[in-house]
C-alpha cells in the first residue's frame, strides 16, 4: 500500500497529498508522516513547489480533522461507542480531559500515532464548540504538517532513514513544537504589550 501511495504521489502531486491527509486523519489507513516527509524530500529535489505542498498538507489535514469533528457532533457518544467500539469508560475520561485540556489535546495529538485519528471525533462528541475546536485543531494540523514536511526537506534523498529514526519520539517532538510555539506566541504578545 506504502509503494502504491508513493507512485501516485510522484505522478499527481499535491492532489494525492490533499486527498490522502484528508483520508489519514479521518482514520483511513493512510502513512501520513510518510508522505509528508517524501513530499518534503521532493519539494526539496524541486519537483513539486512548496507553497501547493504546504498548502495541500495543510488544508487537507484541516479538512480531515473537521469532518472527523463533524463526525463526532452528529453521531453523539452512544453512537459512537458503538461504531469505533470505545469502552463507556474511555468516552468518559476523554471528555472529562477536553472538558480540562481539550484545546491542548487537540494540538499534541497529532503527533501520536492512533490517537491525531480519534482526537476530533472525540472532541465533536463533547460540548467544546467548533470555534473552540478551531482554535486549537488548525494550528496544531499547520505544526504537524510542517514539521514533516521539514523533516524531508532538511533530510532530501536520506529522508527514510530520519522518519525512521523520527517516529518513536513522535509525542515528545510534538510535546516540544506545541510548547515552543506557545513560548514564541507569548513572547511576541509580551513585546507588542511593551
Given at each position: 500500500m506504502e509503494q502504491h501511495f508513493l507512485e501516485w504521489l510522484s505522478r499527481y502531486g499535491p492532489v494525492v497529498l490533499f486527498l490522502a491527509q484528508v483520508g489519514g486523519i479521518f482514520a483511513l489507513p493512510i502513512p501520513d508522516e510518510l508522505l509528508l516527509t517524501v513530499c518534503g524530500a521532493l519539494?526539496?529535489?524541486?519537483?513539486?513547489?512548496?507553497?501547493?505542498?504546504?498548502?495541500?498538507?495543510?488544508?487537507?489535514?484541516?479538512?480531515g480533522t473537521t469532518l472527523s469533528y463533524i463526525l463526532g457532533r452528529s453521531v453523539g457518544r452512544r453512537a459512537l461507542r458503538r461504531w469505533v467500539q470505545?469502552?463507556?469508560e474511555t468516552?468518559?475520561?476523554?471528555q472529562t480531559m477536553f472538558g480540562r485540556y481539550g484545546g491542548w489535546l487537540l494540538g499534541f495529538g497529532y503527533f501520536?500515532?492512533?490517537?491525531?485519528?480519534?482526537?476530533?471525533?472525540?472532541?465533536?462528541?463533547?460540548?467544546?464548540?467548533?470555534?473552540?475546536?478551531?482554535?486549537?485543531?488548525?494550528?496544531g494540523a499547520a505544526l504537524w504538517s510542517l514539521?514533516?514536511?521539514?523533516?524531508?526537506?532538511?533530510?532530501?534523498?536520506?529522508?527514510?532513514?530520519?522518519?525512521?529514526?523520527?517516529?518513536?519520539?513522535?509525542?515528545?517532538?510534538?510535546?516540544?513544537?506545541?510548547?515552543?510555539?506557545?513560548?514564541?506566541?507569548?513572547?511576541?504578545?509580551?513585546?507588542?504589550?511593551?
Open positions: 519539494v526539496r529535489s524541486g519537483k513539486f513547489g512548496a507553497t501547493s505542498v504546504v498548502f495541500a498538507a495543510i488544508t487537507g489535514c484541516a479538512a470505545i469502552p463507556k468516552v468518559a475520561r476523554a501520536v500515532p492512533g490517537v491525531r485519528h480519534v482526537t476530533a471525533i472525540l472532541a465533536g462528541s463533547t460540548p467544546i464548540t467548533f470555534l473552540n475546536f478551531a482554535k486549537y485543531a488548525y494550528p514539521t514533516f514536511l521539514a523533516v524531508g526537506y532538511y533530510a532530501g534523498q536520506g529522508w527514510r532513514p530520519a522518519l525512521t529514526v523520527l517516529r518513536p519520539w513522535l509525542p515528545l517532538l510534538g510535546l516540544l513544537v506545541i510548547l515552543t510555539s506557545t513560548v514564541a506566541v507569548f513572547t511576541k504578545w509580551r513585546l507588542a504589550q511593551g
